[in-house]
């Protein structure tokens, strides 16, 4: 398990705290220069913030109690920086053997090499990789030491598209055989939301909020969370007690709120999930009542990889936007077009409060 | 061919470039890697000779060298000899002379390593000397020999400063330069294109190893 928890007041400011546990993958995300990649700096040992602790596996590596700082020789990182940092001058295998404890051990390098399938590049210089390749060797380096925690730094930034989502894959396919925590640090939502068990946001070097790729897309805390994690419904409106029922009131709207929300305050900013928001057939309309109908007009249609984005735009409503996510061929068997009139079901259940 | 003259200028060529070797490694080291205030001054005061006349340079030697200042009074009063017009002298004024020559590109080249190699050498486990050694000194190893070649051409080739601070005297201080010059004034051309010859065959042949050893820095540092 890695514990950190960083305080720092000098530039750049950190207040910054997170648990890993060993084998899960904890992605930092945030904008740039909100602080991510110093993290990892504190924890290789590079940066040394004001006050805090980082500890893996009970053992102290920086503590400013007990003024423990180990230095980064001490420390057991397998570090992949994000232009991945290798050694120009020397080969594939060099830059493997340099990292070992024991530089005689060949077996270790060559199942390394196996392991990021790089067996047959053993004598290549760093230039004569591709970018991919070159990722791989960063990461077999970094697994060279035996590390206790594996700290990735915008790993796939410095690759295309089409090499990065393979890249994904193996990463993906590889951190199940390993047992230490990892860290990987993001700008990217979609890449966290794939790869991480656990995800960080952090703004101006503050943690924000810590949970599942999931919680922190669906279910932000804040409104500056979700924000940050580019929540695309975000709407305000204000809790209204019917009864024993909870009504969401907005936009000349009452909307039912679940019976698993208990919120006392009055004005609050909601949101739901593009993909969780229900299209009323069109084909064959269900006679039954619908939960939180809201019609409106198609204002704009976008497809990208079989998911067709909706811009709905509320009637009754000024300037008021609802995005849905449907599947490509839903759009298609609906013949869902710009300019049609569409009806929406805004689950209670997938309605997500935050306070004002 | 003045044979003696040619040696001396190889010995002290020789002596400069091995004194200038580890100095110019700290100086270059340390200016590439910290930060201080009065950087600036220091970097000038390094290139100070590259852009001084020689003979601006040679008076501020010889004046300092002279057993009446503090470093000759000082040198006299340890070896009970004369810093001014020796072959002692002639090494020490040849150090400064060539300074810049010698720190300039191993400067460069230390600055060229992206800081990310050395602090993943660290995460790799290497200390600091062994970064060192195997990542630092083999990347800035084509700067290194363009210093020393530099050190050890430039020096082959003083005039100015040889004259100020050695003079002329056979076997001690009397260099090829300072031999062609004074072939030159007693009309023996051909002893004089002969030792120039000698001067330019090995200042082409240390500046093509330069280019050589930039090349590969910078196939090197294709990255």
């Not at chain 1, 990649?37 to 109690?65: M, Y």
């Not at chain 1, 009452?254 to 229900?278: A, E, F, G």
């Amino acid at each position: 398990m890695l514990e950190v928890s960083l305080l720092d007041e000098r530039q750049p400011a950190l207040s910054v705290e997170f648990n890993c546990a060993s084998g899960e993958l904890l992605a930092l995300v945030g904008p740039s220069g909100a602080g991510k990649s110093t993290v990892l700096r504190c924890i290789a040992g590079l940066h040394k913030p004001e006050r805090g602790h980082i500890r893996i596996n009970q053992s102290d590596w920086f503590n400013s109690d007990d003024k423990i700082n180990r230095i980064p020789q001490q420390r057991r990182v397998g570090f992949v920086f994000q232009n991945y940092a290798l050694f120009p001058h020397l080969t594939v295998a060099e830059n493997i053997k340099l990292a070992q404890s024991n530089t005689q051990e060949d077996k270790l390098t060559a199942s390394l090499l196996s392991k990021v399938r790089l067996t047959g590049l053993e004598k290549r210089y760093p230039h004569q990789l591709s970018g991919g390749q070159q990722q791989r060797v960063a990461i077999a380096r970094a697994l060279a030491r035996n590390p206790d925690v594996l700290l990735l730094d915008e790993p796939f930034s410095a690759v295309d598209k089409v090499t990065r989502r393979k890249l994904y894959l193996e990463l993906n396919s590889l951190r199940h055989d390993l047992a230490m925590p990892i860290v990987l640090v993001t700008h990217d939502l979609d890449e966290a939301a794939m790869l991480a068990d656990t995800m960080v946001v952090i703004y101006r070097g503050k943690t924000l909020q810590q949970g599942t790729p999931s919680q922190l897309l669906h279910q932000p805390d804040t409104v500056s969370v979700a924000k940050l994690v580019d929540v695309r419904n975000l709407f305000k409106g204000k809790v209204v007690k019917e009864g024993k029922e909870l009504q969401l009131h907005w936009e000349n709207k009452q909307l039912t709120l679940s019976d698993r929300i208990d919120y006392h305050q009055q004005t609050v900013n909601w949101t739901i999930s593009p993909s969780k928001v229900i299209l009323h057939q069109r084909v064959r309309p269900s006679r039954g009542e619908q939960e939180n109908p809201v019609s409106g007009q198609i204002v704009e249609l976008m497809t990208l990889r079989g998911i067709t984005t909706v811009l709905l735009s509320v009637n009754d409503a000024k300037n008021v936007i609802i995005q849905m996510d449907v599947s490509e061929h839903v759009a298609i068997r609906n013949d869902l077009k710009k300019g049609d009139a569409i009806t929406v079901s805004l689950i209670a259940d997938s309605i997500h409060l935050m306070p004002s | 061919m003045d044979w003696q003259a040619l040696e001396i200028s190889l010995k002290l060529a020789l002596l400069t470039c091995a004194s200038l070797l580890p100095i110019g490694l700290l100086l270059s080291y340390i200016l590439s890697r910290t930060q201080f205030i009065g950087r600036g001054l220091c970097e000038a005061i390094i290139t100070l000779p590259l852009v001084l006349p020689p003979t601006v340079l040679g008076f501020f030697l010889l004046v300092s060298l002279d057993q009446d200042s503090f470093i000759g009074g000082a040198f006299v009063s340890l070896t009970g000899e004369n810093l001014a017009f020796s072959f002692t002298g002639l090494w020490l004024a040849s150090i400064i002379y060539s300074l810049p020559f010698a720190v300039q590109p191993m400067l460069r080249s230390f600055e060229q390593i992206a800081p990310e190699l050395r602090e993943m050498a660290w995460c790799s486990g290497l200390s600091k000397w062994k970064t060192f050694f195997k990542i630092e000194l083999p990347l800035a190893w084509p700067g290194i020999i363009t210093a020393m070649v530099l050190t050890f051409s430039h020096t082959l080739g003083e005039f100015g400063v040889v004259l100020m601070i050695g003079g002329n005297i056979a076997g001690e201080t009397r260099t090829l330069s300072i031999a062609i010059y004074d072939s030159v004034l007693a009309f023996e051309h051909e002893q004089a294109q002969m030792m120039s010859l000698t001067l330019l065959a090995i200042a082409l042949v240390t500046i093509s190893i330069v280019y050589t050893f930039n090349r590969r820095q910078r196939h090197l540092m294709r990255l």
